[in-house]
C-alpha cells in the first residue's frame, strides 16, 4: 500500500459502507438508542462549504465513537430545499427552483459522501418534496384546530429586496436577518401567525433543557422576555385603557401617560384642538425598532385627553410617544419621569412635572434630579403606602388595586407570535381556500398535500398569483368557486420538527409512527449554530410542544444536549468569501489531501466550540501525520509491547474516551499523536495494541483505519467493533510522574536559553541522588539538541563554578549553563 493511493482507499471504503448499508439502523435492537444530529443544510448551489464539512465532522466523530461504545445510534441527513434563496438564484440562473434544488442536492449527497459520513442515507428527505410538506400543512391544520393559527392585519416588517414580510426573529437592528444593509420597512398587512405565545411560559422554562449552553439559554430568555408585573387600569372617557408595569410600586409618581403613536385606538383619543398636532407629529415619524428604543430621541405630543389615576382620581395627561412599542403589553404605559430614564428625558423636554415617590439613600429634599433614580428606597408621596419598602410595596398596591377591580398581577413576554406568510413561491401553500360565503375555510386532510403549481411565471410579486388554474378550487365547506391563499409559508416552518421524521421517513398515512419517534427521540445530542438561538432552536421547541400536546410525542423537549460549533474562517481570519478571495473548497482539499486528513485538520487546531482559521501549513501537518501513520503501519513489527507502551496506551484510550465523550477532540487529537509517536519509538508492538490504535484513530481517520483493519486480518468493518478497554492496572504512574518532571526540566532550560539568546554551549543538570536514574544523558541531550551533562548533587567530580547544585530539589534539577 503506497501512501499516494489515499483517493482509491476512500472511495473503496464509501463504496463498501454503502453497498453493505453499514449505517443503517432500526429500533429492533438491544443495544441502547442514540440520536446525534447535525443542523440539515440549505442545499445551495455553491455546494458545500467548510462550515459544513466541520459542522458534519463534529458530529461524525461523535457519531462513530458511542457507535464503537455499543450504542444503536441514528445519524440522519437531509435537505431544508425551500426557501427563498433557491426561489433567487434559480431566477437568477432562469432554471426553475425544483431542478435548481434537486441539482444542487444530488451534488451535496456527493460531496457529504466524499467526507465519509456515517449517515444512515435511506433516512434522507427533501423538504420541497410535496410528500414532507404535506405534514408542514397537516401541522398547520391541526393547529388552527386548536386555536393556535390566525391571520391579522397589523403593522409588519418587509424587505424589498427578499420582496416579501419578514418574522419579527428575521429583523436584526432594523436590518433584514439576509440583506444586511436593507432597512427593513413597515407594511400594513393581513398576515398568517402561528400563536407560540401560548408557549412562551413553558418556553421560557429551561429546565428540561438544563445540558444546552448557558450562551443560548440566555439569548432565549431575553427573546421570550418574561416579565412579571402588574395590568393597571386607567379610565379614559369611562373606557378602561390597561397600562403594563413593572414597578406598580410607582403609582403615585405617574404624571402623564404615553400611548404608541402606532396604537390602533390612538385616534379616539384626539381631540378637535390637538388633531393638528398629532398629525404632524405622525407624519413625520420613523419607524422605530426596539434594540435602539434606549438610546433615539423621544419625542411625542399632547393628545388632548385625560386619563383618570386609579388611586388618586387625578386627571393624567395623554400622550402620544415614539417611544411606547405599539405591540407589547397594551401599547400604552403609565410616565414615572423620577424613577424611569425614558419617561425623564420626555418630561425635561415637553417640561412636565417629575414627582419622587421612592426615597433614596441620604436624600436631599428638594434637590433636583439629574436623572431618573431607578434604585431601591421606601416609598413616600404615596398615600397609605408611604414608608413600606419599594419590593413589598408593588405587592400591596396591586392588591388595593385588585378589590377595587382596577388592576392585577399580570405576566408580559417579548415573544410574539410567529409570523408565517411569505408572498413567494418556493415554499409549503397554506392550505386554506377563500369562499365568498363562506370565508376562509381550511382544505380538508384528505385533500392533502395542496402541491405547488410547477408552471409559474416568475417576475414581479408573488408567482402564485399569476397562476389562475390552481388558484381557483372548489370551497371545501360549500363546493362553490373559491380562491386558493396565496402566500406560503416561511421555511422555518419545514425545519421545526424535521428530526421527527427521521425515524419515519417513508409513512404515507400519517406524519409518523409515535413509537418509533419516541424510541429515538429526544435527540441525545444536536449540533448546530448559535445563530439559530432564538429563531429555529425555539420554533422546534414550540413544535415539539404542540406534537406532544396532540399525545404524540412522550417527550416535553426536542434535544437533551445541543452543541454550538464554531467557525472556520480563512487563512487571513475574515469569514470565508468569495470577495475576499480566502474561500477554501473542502473538494479541493479532499482531492489534494484526503478527507481523513481533512477531519483530522478540522478538529485538531481548536476546541470545536470555537472559532479557527484556516491554514495551508495545518492542513499539510495533518497530512504528515496521516502518512507517518501509514508508514508506521507499512512497516509495522508484530511482536510483544513493552511494558511502557502498555502504560502509553491504555492511558490514551482512557484519556482520549473522556476527551471525545466532552467533545475535546483537539486534546484527544494531541494524545493520539504523542501515541504514535510512542508507538514508533518501539521495536515491535502486540497485534491487539495495534488493533487499539486504529479502533481509537478511526473516528477521525476512519478510511485508512479501515483500510488496515483489514489488512491485518480482521473480518468485518472496524466500525462494527468496539471502542477498547482500558486496563487501569497496566498505567505506570511512576513513569508518567518521571516523564512529566523530564519535561518540566527541559522547559525550565529552554527558558533560560530563550533569556540568554541560546548563546550557552554546555548545560549542567544537579539531580538529587535517588532521581539520577530518571534524567538519561543521552535521551536528554537527544530531546533538546545540545549536550547535557547531568551530575548527582553529591558528586565530588561535578563541575559546578556557580555552586548551582544547592538549588536542587525534589523533581526540580538546579541548572548551569556557560
Ligand atoms: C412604569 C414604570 C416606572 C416602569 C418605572 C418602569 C420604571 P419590561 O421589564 O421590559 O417588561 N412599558 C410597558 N409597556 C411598554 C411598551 N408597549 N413600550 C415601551 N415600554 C413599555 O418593561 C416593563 C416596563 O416597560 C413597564 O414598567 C413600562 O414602564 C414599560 F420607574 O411602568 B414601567
Ligand atoms: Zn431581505
Ligand atoms: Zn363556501
Known sequence: MKQSNFKSLEKKWQARWEKEKIFSVSENSKKEKYYVLEQFPYPSGSGLHMGHAFVYTIGDIYSRFKRLNGFNVLHPMGFDSLGLPAENAAIKENIHPKKY?????????RQQKALGLSYDWDRSFKTHDSEYYKWDQWIFLKMLEKGLVYKKKSPVNYCKKCD???????????KCWRHENTDVQIK?????????????????????????????????????????????????????????TTRADTLFGVTFVVVSAQHPELAGLITKENKKDVEKFLKNLNSVSEENLAKMDKEGVFTGSYAIHPLTGDEIPIWAGNFVLADYGSGMVMAVPAHDQRDFEFAKKYKLPIKQVIKQKDEKIGKILREAYIGPGHLRNSGAFDGLYYEEAKNHITIALKKEKKGKKTINFRLKDWLISRQRYWGTPIPIVYCDDCGKVPVSEKELPIKLPDKVKFGKGNPLESVESWIKTKC???????????????????????????CDPNNNKKIFDPK????????????GGKEHACMHDIYMRFYTKFLRDLKLLKFDEPAKKLFVQGFVHGEDGNKMSKSLGNVVDPMNTIN????????????SVASPDSDFNWSEKGIQGSFRFYNKFVNFMNNIKIGNSSKRLESKLNK????????????????????????????????????????????????????????IWERLGNKGFIINAKWPEYDEKKIDKNLEEQELTINKTLADINNILNLIKDEAKNIYLYVLPNELKIYDQEKL???????IKVFAVNDKNKHDPENKSKKAKPGRPGIYVE
Open 101 to 109: 434544488t434537486d441539482n444542487s442536492i444530488k451534488n451535496f449527497i
Open 164 to 174: 416579501t414580510v419578514l418574522a419579527n426573529e428575521q429583523v436584526v437592528n432594523g
Open 188 to 244: 400594513h398587512l393581513s398576515q398568517w401567525y402561528l400563536k407560540i405565545t401560548d408557549y412562551a411560559d413553558e418556553l421560557a422554562d429551561f429546565n428540561s433543557v438544563k445540558e444546552w449552553p448557558q450562551v443560548i439559554k440566555k439569548l432565549q430568555k431575553n427573546w421570550i422576555g418574561k416579565s412579571y408585573g402588574s395590568e393597571i387600569i386607567f379610565k379614559v372617557n369611562n373606557k378602561d385603557w390597561k397600562v403594563f
Open 476 to 502: 371545501p365547506k360549500c363546493g362553490k368557486i373559491g380562491r386558493r391563499e396565496t402566500d406560503t409559508m416561511d421555511t422555518f416552518v419545514n425545519s421545526s420538527w424535521y428530526f421527527l421524521r427521521y
Open 516 to 527: 418509533k419517534v419516541n424510541y429515538w427521540n429526544p435527540i441525545d445530542i444536536y449540533v
Open 592 to 603: 489534494q489531501y484526503g478527507a481523513d486528513s481533512l477531519r483530522l485538520f478540522l478538529v
Open 652 to 707: 490514551a484510550i482512557k484519556l482520549m474516551g473522556e476527551d471525545v465523550e466532552n467533545f475535546r477532540y483537539n486534546l484527544a487529537v494531541i494524545k493520539l499523536r504523542a501515541l504514535l509517536d510512542n508507538f514508533i519509538e518501539e521495536d515491535e508492538t502486540g497485534k491487539q495494541d495495534v488493533e487499539k490504535l486504529l479502533l481509537i484513530t478511526s473516528i477521525f481517520m476512519p478510511h485508512i483505519c479501515e483500510e
Open 781 to 787: 541531550s537527544d530531546k533538546l539538541g545540545k549536550s
